[in-house]
Structures are given as structure tokens and as C-alpha cells.
């Protein structure tokens, strides 16, 4: 069956712009989470959620956004973007939370 | 708060040989899972092993095996008979049932030499 699939792979931006991510997770997988990572960070949850509504949120300012739709496909938004937005973004699906979670190839976005 | 930690922050071993990645965690949920995962250059990060806090036998996975000492708050992840494709960075992380958080370490990166 298909992974979790995150789009698009690369993504540059300039400061000050927003941006979309896209992941769309196992089929019948009704969790998602989404993570940052840095080097100097690690890896940082940033929300988890399920049947579209949002049960958890990381530490992460207000410009960070997120949504699940019907079909449990997930987008997250960073608006106002800074330099230091510039990370790997993991996308994770799951059957149930923290059952055992499944994650994408992430997506690379640079902020210059 | 819920931490993990790994304290070895680079590993190498001899392909074939065994060698054991540390990990300690302090989590005050009573229903929890503790996961490794592995992140090869490809950056996916790859589920190697899980188990579940409630189960006292260690879990297992081929040439994977956790010792899981509950009362320490240690889960430390075996590799035996290491083969090249082992080289990545491995995460430990610690998810509670309840909120679909996953709380990674600060990960270990293992080169196995040839």
C-alpha cells in the first residue's frame, strides 16, 4: 500500500512570504502529525490531527497553522516566514495516536 | 515536562559485530510507547522497533532487541550482526497513547565500517 506521501519535496521561499505543505497519510490512517527538524533543534512536534481536529500543539508561534480534511489529508501553513523557518518538515500518520507511526520523506523548505 | 535523552551523540562499529544505543526518558504518563527510528542520508525516517510500556518482555525485530528497564526509565536498542545499510541516525521517542506527540532525542548517529 502507499506511504505517507508529503508534497512537494523542495521548497524555496523568501522572508516574509507563507507557505503550504501538503501530506497525505496512509489509507485509513485518521492521525497526522507534523514535526520540524533542525540541526540545531532536532526533531520539534508541531500539531497533531485527528478526524480533522486538532488534540495537541507544540510550542511553535501563532504563524504556524494547520488543517485535516474529510480524507484525513493534512496541510500546514506558515505564514510571515523568517529565516529560521528553514527546516525539514516531517509529516507522521497513524491508525490511532502513538500506536506506531508511519512517516513521509518530508519536505525541504530554505527561507532565503 | 516529557524528555528523552540519548547521550551518545556518534557510534561506529565493525560490520557484523553488536552494538547498543542508549536512551532515558522521564514521562508522567502511565500509558505510553517508546519507538526507535532510523534516519538514513535518504532523510525518511524509518520505524525500527516499538514498545509498549504495559509489556515487560522486550520487544524484538530480527537483529533489533530493546532492553526496556521500566523502573529506570531506560530503553537502550541492541544491533547485532550490524550490516552497512545500518548507517543513519537513530531517534528514540517517547509517544503517549492519548495525544499523538511523539517526543524525539537529540538522535545518534551510527556508522557501521566495512
Known amino acids: 500500500k502507499a506511504g505517507v506521501t508529503q508534497t512537494p519535496r523542495y521548497l524555496i521561499k523568501t522572508r516574509g512570504q507563507q507557505v503550504t505543505l501538503s501530506c497525505s497519510p496512509i489509507?485509513?490512517?485518521?492521525?497526522v502529525s507534523w514535526y520540524q527538524q533542525t540541526p540545531g533543534q532536532g526533531l520539534q512536534f508541531l500539531f497533531e490531527y485527528f478526524s480533522e481536529t486538532q488534540r495537541n500543539k507544540g510550542n511553535f508561534p501563532g504563524r504556524f497553522s494547520g488543517r485535516q480534511f474529510s480524507n484525513s489529508r493534512s496541510e500546514m501553513n506558515v505564514s510571515t516566514l523568517e529565516l529560521g523557518d528553514s527546516a525539514l518538515y516531517l509529516c507522521?500518520?497513524?491508525?490511532?495516536?502513538?500506536?506506531?507511526?508511519?512517516f513521509g520523506s518530508g519536505t525541504r523548505l530554505t527561507v532565503v | 515536562a516529557q524528555t528523552v535523552t540519548q547521550s551518545q551523540p556518534e557510534m561506529s562499529v565493525q560490520e557484523a559485530e553488536t552494538v547498543t544505543l542508549s536512551c532515558t526518558y522521564d514521562?508522567?504518563?502511565?500509558?505510553?510507547?517508546l519507538f526507535w527510528y532510523k534516519q538514513p542520508p535518504s532523510r525518511q525516517m524509518i520505524l525500527v522497533i516499538r514498545q509498549e510500556a504495559y509489556k515487560q518482555q522486550n520487544a524484538t525485530e530480527n537483529r533489533f532487541s530493546v532492553n526496556f528497564q521500566k523502573a529506570a526509565k531506560s530503553f537502550s536498542l541492541k544491533i547485532s550482526d550490524s550490516q552497512l545499510g545500518d548507517t543513519a541516525m537513530y531517534f528514540c521517542a517517547d509517544g503517549s497513547s492519548n495525544t499523538g506527540k511523539l517526543i524525539f532525542g537529540q538522535g545518534t548517529t551510527l556508522q557501521v565500517k566495512p
Open positions: 507522521a500518520s497513524s491508525l490511532v495516536g502513538a500506536g506506531g507511526y508511519t
Open positions: 489509507s485509513g490512517h485518521r492521525s
Open positions: 514521562t508522567s504518563e502511565s500509558n505510553y510507547y
